[in-house]
């Protein structure tokens, strides 16, 4: 019920305000004409505002101001006009459009024409300035209804208001009540508020353009030297509070009135509108003051705010290379960890000790063992524990007969050395581990400080804004009906542009941004991210600069006759804009559990590239993570890197089959080699950079497709005589000869992975 009242009682102020405006603009008179009022009313019915009421309102404003019989007939003429207009476009469903309204406004004038067509010149004054201020009304009857929060207007809707605002100006400047000036009353009024909102230029506008329109009343622009002089000495001042700028302002007014406009008896109602005026503005709320000051002083803070971002950006720049020397630290203790293998020197010298710790310790023949045949048994025995390090045990056959002939215990030291070096062999195995992680750790540990540096790089650059187009943009978004709240509009590191509109809507305005964005920058603009305001009216939309190139991808895949799944997996990824990963993998064997390795060690790769680190350390690590793995799980990696804005294709090969690059001029060779993935602890993969233009053709495919063929000449053959560019069929075409080549049989999983690059 609360607010039921509370809604009804802002209807009636509004409309109260309507009709005291529609009183002003019929009041408003120009070399005789006050086309003003029937304008409005016009621009009213355009925007959808109440048209019961405008049509009420506007004969009794016109009738209050000019009780004659004619002008009665003038405004019935035009208020039934305007109305058979509005219902004709209610019944037929469809919006009134500008021109329209434009043509029944003129048409609505056949009666005052008909009255008035005598005096040729004053006719053309007013059927000109009406039109003008229909389409002034219409802009700012706009900007109204769309621009609640945020009034932030650009310089043709700026021009529209304050003419709006000299009209009434024009309209206020014959109204008096004695000597009292209602005029100064409201001008006075209005220049209070203004200068509490802390903007000097638009106190000065409007007292400005409000005063011209009391200027043209009585055609002397003194009243507007007075009040732009009084605007300009009040804003010279520091005005922290209400009281202050009411004192300020009173007795700069004062010093004008009494040294040059006015003297005795004049000055007292010359000076007691500013008196009220003053009155009525200490008693406004200071919550009042604020919301008016937020609503017509938009974005006070905008330079600053946009300065505090920059300001963070090099905040965030100087955290990143701290936090990158950190991870360069880490890097540092985690090799210093790694223990390293013993030579081959120290690791006989050492098993030896044991050897004679443990086998000679108790024999009888040890002291005499010691005392005359120590270099010859300890010969012996570096000969013994060297042969069982290289064929992994020794038997009684390796036993010198020099020692054997004297040894008590030979069967002992047999069995004690090879216990000795299969131990030794297993704990390498585990240390040879246990470095592999330490390795791994201290690489992601360097790759981490290098993406820390590059991150900082590139956010190392102050951001440019440009408040201009953002304005532009706000206007042309309103114009097509998108409640605009806010723009944020800026220039990347690599010029482009990126835009974050604050708007209402939902999936269907997406297209009109881009349009109407990409119009005024005069780019193509892409929709990138949407995420939610807290209000849960408004959304937040970033667009970036629609890239220049993109990429078209065919598939065509089928599995090992006889499998349910297959062994090969593939990825296709837009890392950034303009860049591409594409990659094959084919898992040892065929079925689940090749397919298990081929997905796990893909999806490491892809993880490595989205978080931006360098060829060198994905595959590295990726093939430590492997290898650290007991088990004989390896993996053929197929990599094509693709940068559209530079054109070139990087191919990273690791164990997998030749790959294929089709041009208008023919097809160009990417040869496969190095191991799998997994199979050594370190791998040497091959890399190849070639140019990638538009309309050229990335073919990658695994050994089930390259097998088939009888030879890399017969595939390059195929490839060269099919005539489409569509990826998708050449890979189903691909596939398909694979397949026939083989009597229609897969003898292995076959997947061929195809991307072309265009022009957009």
């Known amino acids: 019920m609360q607010k039921t009242k509370k809604i009804n009682l802002k209807f009636i102020l509004k409309y109260m305000a309507l009709f005291f405006v529609s009183l002003l603009l019929a009041n408003a008179r120009v070399s005789g004409v006050s086309p003003f009022l029937f304008a409005f009313f016009f621009a009213g019915i355009f925007v959808g505002m109440d048209e019961k009421l405008l049509a009420v309102f506007t004969l009794s404003a016109s009738m209050l101001t000019n009780m004659t019989l004619n002008n009665l007939y003038v405004s019935i003429t035009v208020v039934a006009v305007g109305l058979i207009m509005f219902?004709?476009?209610?019944?037929?469903?469809?919006?009134?459009?500008?021109?329209?309204?434009?043509?029944c406004y003129i048409l609505s004038l056949v009666t005052y024409i008909y009255y008035f067509h005598s005096n040729i010149k004053e006719l053309i004054i007013y059927i000109i300035l009406g039109l003008i201020c229909l389409y002034v009304f219409i802009v700012v009857f706009q900007c109204i209804d769309l621009k609640k929060n945020c009034f932030k207007l650009t310089l043709d809707e700026s021009i529209c208001f304050l003419f709006f605002i000299a009209v009434l100006g024009l309209g206020l400047a014959p109204v008096y009540i004695i000597n009292f000036s209602i005029y100064r009353l409201v001008l006075m009024t209005l220049i209070f508020l203004m200068l509490a909102t802390n903007n000097p230029t638009l106190t000065l506008a409007?007292?400005?353009?409000?005063?011209?329109?009391?200027?043209?009343?009585?055609?002397?622009?003194?009243?507007?030297a007075e009040f732009a002089i009084l605007t300009l000495l009040s804003s010279l001042f520091s005005l922290p509070n209400k009281w202050k700028i009411s004192l300020v302002v009173i007795l700069t007014d004062v010093f004008i009135q009494y040294f040059f406009l006015y003297m005795s008896v004049d000055f007292i109602y010359a000076v007691l509108p500013i008196i009220v005026s003053a009155l009525i503005f200490l008693c406004i709320p200071k919550k009042v003051l604020n919301s008016i000051a937020d609503f017509v002083y938009v974005k006070k803070s905008e330079i600053t705010s946009r300065n505090l971002i920059n300001q963070s950006r090099k905040s965030i720049r100087k955290r990143m290379s701290e936090l990158s020397n950190v991870f360069l630290d880490m890097k540092q203790i985690h090799l210093n960890m790694v223990k390293k293998e013993l030579t081959k020197d120290e690791l006989i010298a050492m098993l030896e000790r044991e050897v004679m710790n443990n086998c000679c310790k108790d024999c009888l023949e040890k002291n005499r063992c010691m005392r005359s045949l120590t270099s010859m048994n300890k010969s012996n025995l570096d000969v013994l524990i060297e042969l069982a390090i290289t064929k992994g045990k020794i038997t009684l056959l390796d036993i010198p007969n020099s020692l054997s002939s004297r040894c008590l215990k030979v069967n002992n030291l047999i069995t004690l050395i090879n216990r000795l070096t299969d131990e030794y062999r297993q704990y390498k195995s585990m240390l040879a581990d246990v470095n592999n992680v330490k390795i791994l750790l201290a690489d992601q540990m360097g790759a981490v400080s290098r993406l820390l540096l590059d991150m900082g790089e590139e956010i190392d650059s102050n951001i440019t804004f440009d408040l201009a187009e953002e304005n532009k943009i706000i206007s042309k978004l309103l114009s097509n009906n998108i409640e605009c709240k806010e723009v944020l509009l800026y220039n990347e590191k690599n010029n482009d542009k990126s835009v974050m509109v604050v708007v209402k809507g939902g999936a269907e305005i997406y297209p009109i941004l881009e349009k109407v964005v990409g119009e005024c920058l005069k780019i193509k603009m892409q929709v990138e991210k949407v995420e939610p305001i807290d209000d849960g009216i408004f959304i937040s939309v970033n667009l970036k600069t629609k890239p220049k190139y993109d990429c078209v991808f065919g598939l065509s895949s089928v599995n090992k006759s006889g499998n349910d799944e297959c062994g090969d997996c593939h990825s296709i990824i837009r890392l950034?804009?303009?860049?591409?990963?594409?990659?094959?993998?084919?898992?040892?064997?065929?079925?689940?559990?090749?397919?298990?390795?081929?997905?796990?060690?893909?999806?490491?790769?892809e993880n490595f590239y989205k978080a931006g680190f360098d060829n060198d350390t994905i595959l590295e690590s990726v093939n430590k993570l492997l290898a650290i793995n007991n088990q004989e799980n390896y993996s053929t990696l197929d990599v094509c890197l693709i940068d559209l804005d530079r054109e070139l294709?990087?191919?990273?090969?690791?164990?997998a089959p030749f790959g294929l690059i089709k041009r208008e001029g023919g097809v160009e060779l990417i040869e496969g080699g190095a191991l799998p993935i997994g199979a050594l602890d370190n791998i040497r993969p091959s890399v190849k950079q070639c140019a990638i233009t538009t309309k050229d053709i990335v073919i990658l495919a695994t050994d089930g497709i390259t097998d088939a063929f009888i030879s890399q000449e017969n595939m390059i053959e195929y490839v060269s005589k099919l005539a489409t560019n569509n990826p998708q069929t050449i890979a189903e075409s691909i596939l398909n000869e694979a397949l026939r080549l083989n009597e229609m049989q897969a003898r292995d999983d076959m997947t061929v992975l195809v991307a072309r690059t265009y022009l957009k």
Request: proline share 0%; net charge positive; glycine share 10%.
């Open 87 to 103: 219902y004709v476009f209610k019944l037929m469903k469809r919006k009134i459009n500008l021109i329209t309204v434009f043509c």
């Open 206 to 224: 409007i007292s400005i353009s409000f005063s011209l329109g009391v200027a043209l009343n009585d055609m002397s622009l003194s009243v507007v």
């Open 576 to 605: 950034n804009k303009n860049r591409f990963l594409l990659a094959l993998c084919d898992g040892m064997g065929s079925g689940k559990s090749a397919h298990m390795m081929s997905a796990m060690t893909l999806g490491l790769i």
């Open 649 to 655: 294709g990087d191919f990273i090969k690791v164990g």
